[in-house]
């Protein structure tokens, strides 16, 4: 039995291909895009 799960091949980290920003990367940029506004409620 295998310790690791065969993800699909079309499931890659990268967002677009050639290009190396992967989603969890793109979180980190949303959230620093977002953070300053976000700040300001109060």
Not at 14 to 34: N, R
Request: avoid cysteine; charged fraction near 5%; proline fraction near 12%.
């Amino acid at each position: 039995m295998p310790n690791y799960i065969n993800y699909p091949s079309w499931l890659h980290p990268e967002i677009i291909k050639g290009i190396p920003i992967t989603w969890y990367s793109l979180s980190y940029i949303i959230i620093i895009i977002i953070s300053p506004g976000l700040t300001n409620l109060t």
